[in-house]
């Protein structure tokens, strides 16, 4: 993969000018830390040799001007034999031969680079297979640019350019929450093993301040002091781990190992601390990797979602006898790092199960104020209290398909690799 840094005439500004420009505005205090997710699995067109590196093998200024419609450019880059991860100006992007996985935040246009996603596929022999978008309630909507400005506005913009869509709001409306869209389109495909895949992830608000130090710019100290002195070197012992502390302050990393990623990003300030972390390691068990998390960031309220296609969930550790029992967590210990639960969700698609839990502290009048801005960030058909385990804890908005997985072909066929 071509490496070099190539000037593009509608390269966006840089990190440093995006900061300094920030510095100067009454808004520097209001950065948008949850990001917007999409992730898109391909298959191939046709059988050949040129399909084996897929998206491996597209140059970087190919996505530099892909990332240059998202109003983001790539900092730098890792890789390994399975995949290549890119640290961005604002959050990161992972490539495998037929999946990409992109996470950007602030006032960033995901959505607008969906064409460019489509043409670089095909330029590689790929066709779409499966496709993700998700994204935590905003806290600061009105500073979003189209077609960010709601989630109604971006399930229109997803099913201009994918079929079959369906998309869900997850959570209380009139509290933090989680937006979640698929889609996939119809192929022949005469492979039938379906690879593991699972996906984990925590949204957490309301930071510890003193944990949130290491996380501000230092000339003295380099980023990989910071993910030392914070513990997220030790999330994952012996994984390669690329990161970055912005100036004056924000935090991003990408770490692979073997033939996964896991990826964080943190805004630090009081006003609108947020910090994500994501991971598609797969594990048997993921509750001391939650409370690794919980105790390097302390947030007062935190989104834990876990979502993996059935052949993975029916792998993972459960503990018997109780009911916070789930596949791959034991909630009683998250509880009892002094959490209670505000929401237990468990959806069911036709291939995929996705958990859902919000967790909030039992006394956050001792805990930094969190962030549970919710403004006018949803165009929904209701807003007040939903019972979570209701199925009105969860509304279709602006879809195709009015049931999960209704007329849509098995998922993820192919080899057992991840984006292979």
Known sequence: MDKKLKPLANTPPSTAEILRENNNSSNMHNFEGPEKVFEVWFVPEKRSEATKMGLRAVKRSKWEYMLSLVKCQIISVVGNESLDAYLLSESSMFVYPRQLVLKTCGTTTLLNAVPEVLKIAKSVGLAVEDVFYNRQNFFFPDKQLHPHRSFSDEVKALDTYFKYGAAYIVGKLNGNHWNFYNAEKKHSVPEVNIEEDVTFEMLMTGLDAKSMRPFYYDPKLSSKQASKASGIDGFFPGAEIDDHVFEPYGYSMNGLVKDGYFTIHVTPQNSCSFASFETNIILQDYTELAIRVLQCFKPSQFILTLMGNRTSMQKLNRVSGTRYSKPGL?????????????????????????????????HPENHPKRNNIFGADETSPQRGNIDPNSEASTQLLGSKSTVPGDNRDDRKEGSKKKGQ
């Open 330 to 362: 034991d909630v009683r210990k998250l509880l009892n790092q002094d959490f209670h639960i505000e929401d237990d969700i468990l959806l069911k698609f036709e291939h995929y199960d996705l958990i859902f839990l919000q967790l909030m502290k039992n």
